[in-house]
């Protein structure tokens, strides 16, 4: 069907569409992206199969697309300027892109056809920003519900990415419904997908209980709230040293972990080398502090570190040289606890042009362009695996493991999911977000941690280094949170749990079926054009 449309109905369609995509990120409600391309799709509709009219398209998604991420993630900003140029690009060009294989073919192909290729290629587009060497997977759709999770309990079984087919699917419906208003049947099925999940994941939050009888592990956050930009290498290390102290200080008798947020030990020259850790003098001053108040607590800490490569052995291709020697920097999470031994989980997930360079193989030479963030900066290294951290004292003698991701990992389901999947119990994610300022980065960054529980089914204990803070329960509820520009603790009950959900054992599935959906659409369309030039024209 062809919608008649003139300049400017076409231009208030995509300003409906950049506000519809923005709202779930900025604290409204993630519920308008079940009609948010529906705008688009009928701006679409509105021009012809001609090279002209492609181009005047590619023009209006190019704006959506552009104004989306400028809209909800500006505040990249703060952090590097050329972030937020480079996020925008690369969402118009993949996000676009997409769209715009949907746009030719809709004009060449069955109608079936065109849908699946725009719904498929979504996917396979979210997959691709969740697991390529470029990575800034803020947008996925299904993100966009992460101030909804009443709306998503079924996140468990599905991850965001769920969400993301939930999007499209009544996007298309809607669309085909405004073409075809008489048609009973298709209201009806626009209607059931819209709502099913929504009652879906209302019967499942109901029926959703801890264990009973469980025993409890009491965690204490610490948020120190230090400026990124300016204390952090103003302030004497021994001042600092003396906050995070007197921090851990607040725990109770009682505690089982102390958590502090990311980085906040091993720079500013400081090195703690994983060999002798405990010969570090920052590490020294946690020890000594842990064990004299909590002896039978772990704390967990973000933390630089750096791996020495011994004469003859083989070095990562992260590894640094100085004066001939190889060693390779890490931004960790180091837990400390009655066990003298090191343990130490490397972030694995890092940040495009902060903490690594994509392709290094090739782009080896611009390493130097990496921008500096408070100590994280160059290539850094990671693991190829997974590691957990065990505490075992009189209250869990047989042990509770917990698992630390570090800022960024908690925005990848997949790979969240797979701590759980390995055994965690509970997840405590570390992260300093100060560098983005009082923006929305911050709040977004800890919504998306409220997903990461409902997809594991595990408590979410977040310790950032400012704003925010906070306890979130298997359901997604926020119990407890500790705002922007605050110092202070904040000591919760948690259940540890054994469960493995579907979506921690599958991962990203739906992200690899929509990439061999697309795959095989496109060969499915060019075989056609091919050996049958006229086949797919309506």
């Known amino acids: 069907m062809e919608i008649k449309l003139k300049g400017y109905q076409r231009a208030l369609l995509a ?21 948010a391309l529906v705008p688009l799709l009928m701006i679409s509709a509105s021009y012809g199969p001609s090279r002209k009219e492609w181009w005047q398209m590619a023009g209006w998604v190019s704006l959506v697309m552009g104004l989306w991420c400028v809209v909800t993630c500006w505040w990249i900003y703060y952090a590097a300027a050329v972030g937020i140029v480079a996020a925008t690009i690369v969402q118009i060009v993949l996000f676009g892109g997409v769209f715009m294989v949907y746009h030719y073919f809709s004009k060449r192909a069955r109608k079936a056809h065109a849908y699946t290729t725009l719904i498929a ?23 966009g519900f992460a101030g909804d999770v009443w709306a998503v309990q079924w996140y468990e079984f599905t991850g965001a990415l769920g969400g993301s087919l939930w999007v499209l699917l009544v996007n ?12 009973k049947g298709l209201t009806v099925a626009t209607g059931l997908v819209a709502v099913v999940p929504i009652v879906a994941s ?68 400081n090195v703690i080398w994983e060999h002798n850790h405990l ?12 064990a004299e108040r909590h002896p039978e607590a772990q704390v967990i800490t973000g933390a630089m570190t750096s791996k020495l490569y011994r004469e003859g052995e083989r070095v990562s291709e992260t590894a640094r040289n100085r004066g001939g020697v190889w060693y390779d920097r890490y931004n960790a999470a180091l837990a400390l ?29 611009l390493e130097g362009l990496i921008v500096n963030l408070g100590g994280t900066t160059g290539q850094l290294g990671t693991d190829k695996y997974r590691r957990l951290f065990v505490l075992r004292n009189e209250r869990f003698p047989y042990g509770v493991s917990v698992a630390a991701p570090i800022c960024y990992e908690s925005v990848y389901g997949d790979h969240f999911g797979a701590f759980a999947a390995d055994g965690a119990e509970i997840m405590m994610v570390i992260t300093n977000d100060g560098w983005w300022h009082d923006t929305e980065g911050y709040r977004q960054h800890f919504s998306f941690s409220r997903l990461r529980a409902i997809e594991t089914r595990r408590w979410v204990c977040r310790a950032a280094n400012t704003g925010i803070s906070g306890f979130i329960s298997p359901s997604g509820e ?15 009950e948690v259940t540890p749990s054994r469960k493995v959900t579907l979506y921690a054992k599958a991962g990203d599935y739906l992200g690899r079926l ?25």
Not at 133 to 141: A, H
Not at 343 to 357: F, T
């Open 478 to 492: 926020v119990i407890q949170s500790l705002g922007w520009d605050e110092r202070g603790t904040l000591t919760q």
């Open 121 to 143: 290629g979504w996917l396979w587009a979210e997959h691709l920003y969740l697991h390529g060497e470029v990575s800034f997977p803020w947008l996925v759709l299904g993100n």
């Open 172 to 183: 298309v419906l809607l669309f085909e419904l405004i073409c075809n208003r008489k048609n």
């Open 279 to 290: 010969e570090n003098s920052s590490v020294k001053v946690m020890e000594r502090a842990r």
């Open 337 to 365: 606890d009655r066990d003298s031994t090191l343990k130490v989980s490397h972030k694995s997930r890092l940040v495009v042009g902060v903490e690594k360079m994509p392709y290094m193989n090739l782009l080896k030479p």
């Open 202 to 269: 209302l019967i499942i939050g109901a029926g959703l209980k801890e264990q009973e009888g469980a025993p409890k592990a009491t965690v204490t956050l610490a948020q120190p709230n230090i400026d990124p930009y300016e204390e952090k290498y103003s302030l004497p290390a021994h001042q600092q040293l003396a906050i995070f102290t007197s921090l851990m200080a607040e725990a109770p008798e009682n505690v089982d972990f102390i958590v502090l947020p990311e980085t906040v030990i091993g720079d500013s020259g």
């Open 514 to 538: 929509g990439t061999y959906l697309w795959i095989l659409s496109l060969l499915y369309y060019v075989s056609y054009r091919f050996r049958r030039r006229n086949h797919l024209v309506n």
């Open 15 to 35: 300003l409906a569409s950049v506000v519809l995509l923005s709202i779930g990120w900025l604290r409204v409600s993630g519920l308008g992206l079940l009609c």
